[in-house]
């Protein structure tokens, strides 16, 4: 298996959206047995999607993400492990051992599904995404959209219809929640 941990002068990078290095290591029976550093070159959601899967990343350890960029990783297959953050060897440290949800590892200010809770807030900034908080689930309310992992493009979800049940009227992809 190949997990990819997002850097930054030696610590997890804050924001995965303009992370621009990845240690990338392959793991089996629960060990390191080989490691690479690789710059990530590309910029949109899709592209950085096609990058991690094509370098055979199964697991994804990063700092902050966009709700599109997360949505987009998870329906390409991949396992993302957000807003963690430490120094490098460190995290790494604790996600062979099991230990990445601990609130050392937490972001500042977003311990809470690290105490078994998920964000629940009803703030939303401009951008419609939640702010605080701390959720691998994001909140979810009727203003939530489906966007399609192919193309990017996002639409008005419609309630009792499951965004993976509908196609991407740009693409024919089916969407996702986003």
């Known amino acids: 298996m190949k997990a990819g941990f997002s850097f930054w002068q030696g610590r997890i990078a804050p924001v995965f959206d303009v992370a621009r290095n990845i240690r990338v290591l392959d793991i089996q029976r629960g060990s390191i047995v080989g490691q690479m550093d690789s710059t990530l070159f590309v910029e949109s959601a899709a592209e950085r999607s096609r990058l991690l899967v094509d370098m055979g990343i199964e697991t994804l350890v990063c700092g902050a ?24 060897d460190d995290v790494i440290d604790a996600w062979l051992h099991n230990r990445i949800h601990e609130t050392s590892f937490a972001m500042p200010g977003c311990c809470a599904p690290f105490r078994g809770r998920r964000f629940r807030g009803p703030f939303r ?36 219809v499951p965004c993976v049940k509908t196609p991407c009227p740009i693409c024919g992809s089916f969407m996702v929640r986003g």
């Open 65 to 88: 993400i966009s709700r599109p960029l997360h949505a987009t990783l998870s329906a390409a297959g991949l396992l993302v492990i957000p807003f963690i953050s430490g120094n490098l």
């Open 125 to 160: 900034s401009r951008s419609g995404f939640s702010r605080g908080g701390r959720g691998y689930g994001f909140s979810i309310s009727e203003q939530d959209n489906c966007l399609c992992p192919a193309c990017g493009h996002i639409e008005p979800h419609k309630p009792g």
